[in-house]
């Protein structure tokens, strides 16, 4: 069965220095991967997605997460803080049928100033 | 491009009580998502939808969640009667298949808390 695990609860960074959110996956077929972000009382919005192209993919925001199939890795990274990149971080598998999302239970990243 | 519209944002009820949310996905979406998120987890999925048909329902609570999308686009979700358990915010997605895979784009949610 598909499944995510998101490593931290919680995660902190200062201001300006490197993001980086962990998620390992378990896929019985090749996996489709998505990270989405939630803003205090809103709904999630897709950061970025692997779909079996390009292993490194750029989303939104300036974040960006790399396919690795031998660490059954999708850890979600960004340069820079900001603070307006406070919020909480989802990883997401789709399920055999690419038909459904099977989500983790979420790292929320604080910045520091 | 319209995103994903959910109503109400907010609701307040008393255990035992029935309650609905309404939802209207991006136009041409064949597939509508429910899904209730506990704090502080992941959201958890409670039914699902391909145009009018249910594909899958295996974790709705069937004796007091409903669900209908009459005509294949807008959907409500129903609760009857409430519980304490069930205070939580209830997500609205939907998704068109492309040749890219499958994403899905949600809703503002609706946070039902149960007194």
């Known amino acids: 069965a598909q499944s995510v695990t998101q490593l931290g609860s919680h995660v902190s960074v200062s201001e300006g220095a490197l993001v980086l959110l962990r998620c390992n996956y378990s896929s019985s077929v090749p996996p489709y991967l998505f990270w989405y972000v939630q803003y205090p009382n809103q709904g999630l919005q897709l950061l970025l997605k692997?779909?079996?192209?390009?292993?490194l993919v750029k989303g939104i925001n300036g974040f960006e997460a790399e396919f690795k199939k031998s660490e059954t890795s999708f850890h979600l990274t960004k340069p820079s803080a900001h603070m307006s990149d406070a919020a909480e971080y989802f990883c997401?598998?789709?399920?055999?049928?690419?038909?459904?999302?099977?989500f983790g239970k979420g790292t929320r990243l604080h910045i520091l100033p | 491009e319209a995103g994903v519209a959910q109503s109400p944002r907010y609701k307040i009820i008393e255990k035992r009580q029935s309650v609905a949310f309404w939802c209207n996905p991006i136009?041409?979406?064949?597939?509508l998502y429910w899904y209730q998120q506990i704090l502080g987890q992941g959201p958890k999925l409670l039914i699902q939808f391909q145009n009018n048909g249910v594909v899958d329902d295996s974790q709705l609570p069937k004796d007091r969640f409903s669900a209908e999308r009459l005509k294949g686009v807008d959907s409500t979700l129903k609760i009857q009667p409430a519980k304490l358990e069930d205070s939580a915010v209830y997500l609205c997605?939907?998704?068109?298949?492309?040749?890219?895979?499958?994403?899905?784009?949600f809703g503002p949610g609706t946070r039902l808390l149960v007194l």
């Open positions: 997605a939907s998704s068109s298949r492309t040749s890219g895979g499958v994403a899905q784009y």
């Open positions: 997401a598998v789709s399920d055999q049928s690419h038909d459904k999302i099977i």
């Open positions: 692997y779909t079996s192209a390009a292993t």
């Open positions: 136009s041409g979406h064949a597939t």
